[in-house]
């Protein structure tokens, strides 16, 4: 911990341009050790993941979470379970918003038996990875590229997140997946977001989104210096960064906004569960939110 704060010291008494170098240096070192890991873990992997292993990708892709093989499974399948819990069927029409490189694809790949997938992702080398790899074997699970600019994930990109329209029709889906994507937007780009779940979930339809969210308990941990995410720095309607050169790098928002973001759009909101992020007892580390369609 010590060596991690003296070289966030270093880090942040460099300048701007001397900070994108040392971004750009640690990512090209660990991609390189992560290249070398995949190469000697192969076999690994097959233990691991047995037929399903040609669909896992090689440690140095796996940019959406640890890269690690073991954790990449419990991942998934802690995330299967909670898609379940909150009345996944195997007849849905599912949308995952930040899809990723398969993470929480691959348990639903022998669930979704008569049910179908679309995944969304502005991170191009992810999902060119699933639509080799997966979309050959399991036709009813589809990915596609979304030009959507994040200055953290996809800085190139030509598309305000305020102004995205998903590619779907009006009640598509019966169940929306948002893992790990508000803690990487904007308040004003998440109400958009908002608008388009809502546009595209059915009546009766579900979501499960997962946040930082800011609330006196959270709030006192900071504070504490106990939580893993310095929240300090605001930015607006009271969400809070705690990079102030890479505000997207991890964002947290107030709870009462999000529960009212989703409330005026007549959908029903509850937290099912809050996570260690902020130093407090759980067992997972974001916060986790339910969603129910309109009119339920």
Known sequence: MANDSVLRSIYHSLSPQGQVLARQ????????????????SQRVKQTIFGDNAPMVPPLY??????????????????????????????TDRVLDIGSGIGRKTLPLLSFLTTGSYEGIDPIAHQVRWCVRKITPRYPN??????DVWNRFYNPKGSVKPSEYIFPFKDE???????????????????????????RVLKKNGKGLITCFLLNPESESLIAAGKSSLAMAYKYEN??????????????????????????RRALKVEIAQLGTWCGRKADYYQDIIRVTGKNS
């Open 25 to 40: 240096a640690r990512a090209i070192a660990n991609e390189s050790r992560d290249v070398v890991r995949s190469i000697f």
């Open 61 to 90: 892709l796996m940019r959406d979470g640890a890269r690690d093989y073991a954790e990449y499974k419990q991942n998934g399948l802690e995330a299967y379970r909670r898609f379940l819990d909150f009345g996944l069927r195997s």
């Open 141 to 146: 699970f589809r990915f596609q590229l979304i």
């Open 172 to 198: 598509e889906f019966d169940f929306v997946i948002l893992g790990s994507v508000f803690t990487h937007m904007f308040s004003k780009d998440m109400e958009h977001y908002v608008d388009e779940i809502s």
């Open 238 to 263: 009271g969400s809070k960064a705690c990079d102030p050169d890479y505000l997207e790098a991890a964002v947290a928002h107030e709870q009462g906004f999000v529960l009212d973001m989703f409330a």
